[in-house]
């Protein structure tokens, strides 16, 4: 019997098969793993600007007099540090401090949040969120079939940029957002990114996708796809929901304890169990990988001690920035200082590893 | 996308080609292989001297987001790997029948070498691959 699922497609579907594009099923959307080459790709983002469809990923809208203080209940960071203008990276955590999502909301207004989810996570966040609005003034949209959103990072994303919108991209700080004109038509357009590289994410109606895509390659981007979108994140040590954490490892285990914050009077989800931890430690903890035999380390390989097992890799590849082999892995506590040499299970063989500092590279 | 299959090679249905010369095959995978794969970056070796039977797993090819298998064509023994490719694992993409090559072996059952496929039988299975 032939199971057939039918793949979603983001509004840029036929610019990558006209590429030429490698497409893959990613969280049930049929999305471009690579064009040519990933280690192209990877060097153009690193080296000038590439540019990413990330239309599969989730957008919603929050409106409501209480969204910060309901905001404040289910996310781990503290929307105190947030302004009008300003987005911030988040969990969303489940009472044992596990992870629902990975997020970034943006504060349009006091009362107007914008938020942008992973892909395989848009259903579940959706319900997640509704679920716990209880009496509060919160109205949730799911946007994310209706507008698409591209990533376009690197060092030249700045001057490739400028010319075509109608503000001045130099005054949106790291973090920071703006709406404006891309010719002619209105984006919303942030200074984050998956890269460890300077650039931007923007958002718009599917009605611009097809003039704006031309218009960003016109002005010099590079196509990249959802490979070099890994090796990229990789190098620059941010976690993968699925990888690095998951709804079986917490934030402080995942060493994002700069996100786990005290939020003095406020209750949040995970928060009990997630200050513990992070002040008293964990039993594991993700360390940065690298080999010193020569051979590719790949997510789930398990991690040894001198023959005991102590962990597996959650994300591992060639990195083609440093030219070697990088990896993340979750292993005890105890092995986690820099130099601590392990082996890691390559079908049947074992190669000699070392624990790294983090991140392997990044240049924001 | 157009792939090259020299015809003066033999292939296997596992994307590998064989050059044969008397007694010697010289084996590497085929450009459509290389495509599939994508950027390789380490090939992993057998050791000298190791003889294996036909259809073993003889190397693996790693790329930036996966790993390949490489078969035996035929039963032999491995007099040599092509060590360039430890500095250069790209000739893969760039050259997979020329400088990408990565074994050579000494036959030891000359008889299967009429089991390997021509260039037209390959370039069908490719074919129905594509659908």
């Known amino acids: 019997m032939d199971l057939i699922i039918d793949l979603k497609k983001t509004p840029f579907y036929n610019f990558h098969v006209k590429l030429g594009a490698r497409m893959v099923d990613f969280a049930g959307f049929s999305m471009p793993v690579q064009y040519d080459s990933i280690i192209k790709e990877h060097e153009a983002v690193r080296t000038e600007a590439g540019i990413f469809d990330v239309s599969h990923m989730g957008e919603f809208l929050l409106e409501g007099n209480d969204v910060i203080e309901f905001l404040q209940y289910v996310m781990i960071n503290d929307l105190n540090l947030l302004e009008p203008s300003k987005g911030q990276y988040s969990c969303m955590c489940y009472k044992n401090g596990t992870v629902v999502d990975d997020l970034v909301y943006y504060e349009e207004k006091p009362d107007r949040f914008r938020m942008i989810v992973n892909a395989g996570n848009i259903e579940k966040d959706f319900q997640w969120l509704n679920q716990h609005i209880g009496s509060k003034d919160v109205k949730i949209t799911n946007l994310s079939s209706k507008r698409c959103r591209l990533a376009f990072q690197g060092p030249n994303s700045d001057t490739y940029l400028q010319p075509l919108v109608d503000t001045d991209l130099s005054l949106i700080k790291r973090f920071y957002f703006a709406r404006c004109l891309l010719s002619g038509m209105p984006i919303f357009i942030a200074r984050t990114g998956y890269t460890g590289e300077r650039g931007f994410e923007i958002s718009f109606n599917n009605e611009y996708a097809e003039k704006i895509w031309d218009e960003l390659i016109k002005a010099g981007a590079t196509p990249a796809g959802l490979g070099a979108r890994d090796s990229l994140r990789l190098e620059a040590k941010y976690s993968l929901y699925g990888h690095e954490i998951n709804d079986s490892i917490t934030p402080v285990e995942a060493g994002l304890f700069w996100l786990v914050k005290p939020k003095e009077g406020i209750d949040y989800i995970g928060k009990n169990i997630l200050i513990k931890q992070k002040k008293e430690g964990t039993d594991r903890i993700i360390v940065g990988l690298n080999l010193l035999d020569r051979g590719v380390i790949r997510e789930n390989f398990r991690i040894f001690k001198d023959g005991v097992e102590i962990g597996y890799v959650t994300s591992g590849g060639y990195s083609p920035t440093l030219k070697k082999t990088i990896g993340l892995g979750l292993i005890k506590t105890q092995h986690k200082e820099e130099g601590t040499e392990l082996e890691i299970e390559v079908r049947n063989k074992f190669l000699k590893g070392v624990v790294v500092s983090t991140p392997f590279y990044r240049n924001v | ?131």
């Open chain 2, 1 to 131: 996308m157009e792939h090259e299959f020299p015809s003066e090679l033999k292939y296997l249905q596992t994307h590998e080609w064989v050059r044969i010369q008397d007694n010697i095959a010289i084996i590497g995978i085929t450009d459509y292989a290389q495509h599939q794969l994508g950027d390789i970056v380490y090939v992993e070796f057998p050791e000298i001297g190791t003889t294996l039977k036909k259809g073993s797993n003889v190397a693996e090819i790693e790329s930036v987001k996966a790993v390949g298998e490489l078969m035996m064509p035929l039963s032999g023994k491995i007099i040599e790997v092509n060590t360039g490719l430890v500095d250069n694992p790209e000739s893969v993409n760039s050259s997979p029948y020329g400088t990408g090559w990565m074994l050579k072996i000494e036959i030891t059952n000359e008889g299967e070498i009429d089991e390997l496929l021509t260039v037209e039988a390959y370039k069908k299975i490719i074919e129905a691959e594509k659908k």
